[in-house]
Nanobody, 128 residues
Framework: EVNPVASGGSSVQAGGSLTLSCATT????????LGWFRQAPGKEREGVAA???????TYADAVKGRFTISQDNIKNTIYLRMNSLQPEDTAMYYC??????????????????????WGQGTQVTVSS
């Protein structure tokens, strides 16, 4: 059973940085997408960043240039480095994994239905 586990959420001041981690133990597909999503109170869940097994990455416009998604294959862990955090980045952040998934366009995040394994969230709160 693949059960992504996200961690690293915290409360920070605007302009600060955080790195989220997501352990993907048991997810051993050779073709895959790994992604970060977030959901703010009263808002729909939105994609934040994704990477695929080819090494491609893509980001939501709102976080481009500030967030970086990366992967440690040995540790079976993905990361989301978040710089220049703003109050509008406040949300519950989730990680997800999907098999047989590719990033087809660098300006478009893979659709949610590509992800079959979702972890619990980790809260990020940015104060002004």
């Amino acid at each position: 059973e693949v059960n992504p586990v996200a961690s690293g959420g915290s409360s920070v001041q605007a302009g600060g940085s955080l790195t989220l981690s997501c352990a993907t133990t048991g997810f051993t597909y050779s073709t895959y997408c790994l992604g970060w999503f977030r959901q703010a109170p009263g808002k729909e869940r939105e994609g934040v960043a994704a990477l695929d097994s080819e090494g491609l990455t893509t980001y939501a416009d709102a976080v481009k240039g500030r967030f970086t998604i990366s992967q440690d294959n040995i540790k079976n862990t993905i990361y989301l480095r978040m710089n220049s955090l703003q109050p509008e980045d406040t949300a519950m952040y989730y990680c997800a994994a999907g098999a047989w998934c590719h990033i087809l366009r660098l300006d478009m995040l893979p659709p949610d239905y590509q992800y079959k394994h979702w972890g619990q969230g980790t809260q990020v709160t940015v104060s002004s």
